[in-house]
């Protein structure tokens, strides 16, 4: 099992209120990166807004409150320097699962199925467990680069 601090990322201190259904996104890369909740929702909005809709995504862009497409979070994460680390492959099955064991030490945002999530140093920071009792697979995570080493 991996432990759990109950976080909003920062949310309530960035003033937002009301019920937000689609903002892991931003609390997330605003816990792993230690940015402000309102400066990352910032960021994923103006990203958002340059995205074309399109039939398969109805129309839909990137919003940091109600959900951010993977171009979008992406493109924010490599601009801020983070590499992503693939742990699953097409056909591979889970390997990697949210759990404290599993996952290098360090500040990432882990993807998972349909939601992303800050890990620091093996700790899990979100509104919610998400691990499903360590049987969460993990998809891969971001995680920022020290050096052109890495």
Sequence with gaps: MIQLVISDGGRAAAGVKGKVGGDCVTRAIATATGM???????????????????????????????GVYRACYEKLLTSLGWKFTPTMQIGSGCRVHLREDELPG?????????????????????????????????????????????
């Design 36 to 66: 402000e909740y309102g400066e990352v929702a910032a960021a994923l909005d103006a990203l958002g807004a340059k995205e074309r809709s399109s039939k398969r995504r109805r129309g839909m862009k990137s919003s940091s409150r109600n």
């Design 106 to 150: 360090g500040r990432l945002v882990v993807v998972l199925s349909k939601h992303l999530v800050a890990v620091i140093d093996g700790v899990l920071y979100d509104n919610h467990d998400p691990s499903r009792r360590g049987t969460r697979c993990v998809y891969g995570y971001y995680r920022k680069v020290l050096d052109s080493n890495t």
